[in-house]
């Protein structure tokens, strides 16, 4: 059974920065998507930065041209640097990796890390 791992969640003053990695318990091939969701409670969680197998990047508006995601295929790992937090980004962030394994396609998720942005 593949794990995600993840890191790097913890407390930061509003203005700073924190990176969360997350890497798999294997490596894995036939990535279709690396990512990085959040939720609050009492809320959906939401994607905030999805990488493709292409590479091509999407955000959430809320975190555009503050957070960045990035990917390291041979580890099977990807990163969330995450600039400028505010209070509002506090919750607890997943990441997420969806491959085509044996035949279909495989989502999996990590324990989740929690943010805390105080102000």
Known sequence: QVQLVESGG????AGGSLNL???ASEN????LSMG???QAPGKQ???VALILGS????????VKGRF???????????YLQMNSLKPE?????????TTLRFGSIRNYWGQGTQVTVSS
């Open 10 to 13: 913890g407390l930061v003053q």
């Open 36 to 38: 990085w969701h959040r």
């Open 89 to 97: 980004d506090t919750t607890v962030y997943y990441c997420a990796i």
């Open 21 to 23: 990695s997350c890497a």
């Open 68 to 78: 960045a995601i990035s990917r390291d295929n041979v580890k099977t790992a990807v």
């Open 28 to 31: 894995l091939v036939r990535i």
């Open 55 to 62: 590479g091509n990047t999407n955000y959430a508006d809320s």
């Open 45 to 47: 969680r939401e994607l």
